[in-house]
C-alpha cells in the first residue's frame, strides 16, 4: 500500500465522521498530515492521544519495543500502550476490538484474521530466525547430527525422551513448534514434554533451570544470553524463518478502535527511517541486528 492510500483511508474516516454526525453541532473534523522523509505524522490531536498495540512478548522481551516506539511518540504524539501476549492472544485482542493494530509472527493467522475482516491489510515488516536451544555442551549431541534440520532434531529428543520446553501458549513460536513436529511425524507427550503456558523470556529461564531443550527466537535468545547456559544447536533450517507482519484493526469491529492513530503507526514503522531502526537494534549490544527489516521502503 502506498502511503496515499493510507492518506486516502484517513480522509474517508474523516468524511465519514461528520456525516454520521448529522445536524447535531459538533467540533469540525480535521486531519492533519505532514510529510518529512516519507514518514507520515499525525498529530495527536487528530488521530488520538494513544493507541494500543497488541504484539507478541518476542518483541517485547528483545527490547526492540522500548527501542524504537520513542520515535513513533516524538514524532506524532501518540503513546502505544504495549500488550504482550502470544500471537493467537494478540490477533483474538485484535478480533474483540481490544486494540488498534496488531504486530505478530504468523502469516497464516494474519492471513486469515485479514480474510475474516478483523483486520485492513497486511504488512511484512521484519525478521529473523527460530533456533534449538540445549544446555551448553549439547548432551542429546543435536549439533552434530541434525545441526540444520529442525525436525530430525526434535524426532531424536523423542526418541531419547531428552527434556523439551514448550511454549504452550498458542503463540507464534508454538505454532512453528508444533509444525516442525507435525513435520517429523510425531505428536509430543509423555513427561519429558513440558508444556508452560509461559512467554518466551520465562520459557527460557525454565529451559535454563531444568537443563532442557527448548525452541525461541533468536531475538530474544540473544537478549538473556548472558544469563542463560543454554546454546544455540540448530539453526539455518529453512523452515525455521520468523517472519513478523503488521495489521491495522478494522474500525468496524468497535467503536473504541483509534483507526487514524493505527495507520499512522503502519506507515511509520514501514517507512525508511523505522526500518533502518529496526536492522540497527542490537549491533552494539550484542555485535549483530536481533531483526532485519524488509517491509516495502516507503
Not at 49 to 62: E, G, K, N, P, R
Not at 139 to 167: C, I, M, N, Y
Request: aromatic share 6%.
Amino acid at each position: 500500500m502506498k502511503t496515499s492510500t493510507l492518506l486516502g483511508k484517513l480522509v474517508i474516516l474523516a468524511v465519514a465522521a461528520v456525516l454520521t454526525a448529522g445536524c447535531t453541532p459538533s467540533a469540525p473534523v480535521t486531519t492533519t498530515v505532514a510529510q518529512t522523509e516519507g514518514i507520515t505524522e499525525a498529530p495527536a490531536e487528530a488521530a488520538g492521544a494513544s493507541i494500543i498495540l497488541s504484539t507478541t512478548t518476542s518483541t517485547q522481551d528483545s527490547g526492540l519495543l522500548d527501542a524504537i516506539l520513542p520515535d513513533f511518540t516524538a514524532k506524532t504524539g501518540i503513546e502505544v500502550k504495549v500488550v504482550a501476549v502470544g500471537t493467537g492472544a494478540a490477533l483474538k485482542n485484535g478480533e474483540d476490538g481490544n486494540c488498534d493494530v496488531v504486530l505478530v509472527h504468523a502469516r497464516s493467522d494474519e492471513e486469515a484474521f485479514v480474510a475474516d475482516g478483523f483486520g485492513l491489510e497486511r504488512f511484512d515488516v521484519m525478521y529473523n530466525d527460530f533456533v534449538l536451544l540445549g544446555p551448553v555442551g549439547d548432551p542429546a549431541g543435536l549439533k552434530a547430527d541434525h545441526q540444520d534440520d529442525a525436525a530430525a532434531a526434535l524426532k531424536a529428543l523423542s526418541e531419547s525422551k531428552t527434556v523439551f520446553v514448550s511454549r504452550g501458549d498458542d503463540s507464534g513460536t508454538h505454532k512453528k513448534e508444533l509444525e516442525i513436529w507435525a513435520e517429523a511425524g510425531i505428536e509430543p507427550a509423555g513427561e519429558w514434554y513440558v508444556e508452560a503456558g509461559q512467554g518466551m523470556g520465562p520459557v527460557l529461564t525454565m529451559a535454563n533451570e531444568m537443563k532442557a531443550y527448548t525452541m525461541t527466537d533468536r531475538a530474544t535468545y540473544l537478549a538473556m544470553k548472558a544469563d542463560l547456559d543454554l546454546e544455540i544447536v540448530v539453526a539455518g533450517d529453512e523452515g525455521l524463518l520468523n517472519q513478523y507482519g503488521v495489521i491495522a484493526v478494522n474500525p468496524d469491529i468497535s467503536e473504541n478502535i483509534n483507526a487514524e492513530g493505527a495507520l499512522a503507526f503502519v506507515d511509520w514503522i514501514l517507512s525508511a527511517e523505522t526500518q533502518s531502526l529496526i536492522g540497527e537494534y542490537g549491533i552494539e549490544a550484542f555485535g549483530e541486528p536481533l531483526f532485519f527489516p524488509n517491509a516495502i521502503k516507503r
